[in-house]
């Protein structure tokens, strides 16, 4: 991605469209609709989809207005550049911190700034460069991997939605920063 001279409704929308993919060949693994095991291949797809949508959706925070919120604006070619989601969500750490919005940065599954860091160190493990890599073996079995990596999938879904709906709100938020209401509700 080219982080230069592009619209940044352009990222959201390409943020958005990887992980409507990834929702779309996750829900072709759900144990409801196939009880047989996945094969390792076929989790690669899923995860990398699922990767590049969250490296997205954090860097659109880091770099659009919540950089607005950090004590220093990240070095935007070094943020570009990088593939670390553990590295960009101390950034969305910092700025979720400096608004106190720790009791709003919320979602099912993740109740806390330490369970957001715990499920981005998680998907920090899937391979940033896109290479083939091997699924985990769960000792439990093909079925228990299977029922472990959906889960992890939807944990990865709401993720998404809060890192969406808080972009949202950083925008909100730096308007209302940039604009400070004036005592004549007529005046803009």
Do not use: G, I, Q
């Given at each position: 991605m080219h982080w230069r001279n592009v619209p940044d409704h352009e990222y959201s929308t390409q943020a958005q469209a990887?992980?409507?993919a990834a929702k779309k060949l996750a829900r072709l693994l759900d144990v409801d609709a196939d009880p047989s095991p996945i094969p390792d291949l076929d989790l690669?797809?899923?995860l990398s989809l699922y990767r590049h949508a969250?490296?997205?959706h954090l860097k659109i925070i880091v770099l659009g207005e919540g950089a607005n919120f950090l004590p220093a604006r990240p070095d935007v070619l070094s943020v570009s550049k990088s593939h670390s989601l553990a590295w960009l969500a101390q950034f969305v750490t910092q700025i979720v911190t400096a608004l106190h919005w720790e009791d709003e940065?919320?979602?099912e599954g993740i109740d806390d700034l330490t369970a957001?860091?715990?499920?981005i160190a998680e998907a920090n493990e899937i391979d940033a460069p896109y290479w083939p890599f091997r699924s985990p073996i769960d000792p439990a079995g093909p079925a228990a991997l299977k029922?472990?990596?959906?889960r992890f999938l939807r944990r990865l879904d709401s993720l998404l939605e809060l890192l969406d709906q808080t972009a949202d709100s950083l925008a909100a938020?730096?308007?209302l920063h940039s604009h400070p209401p004036s005592g004549d509700p007529?005046?803009?």
């Open positions: 990887y992980h409507a690669c797809p899923v969250l490296e997205l940065f919320r979602t957001f860091k715990e499920l029922t472990n990596v959906l938020e730096w308007y007529f005046v803009h």
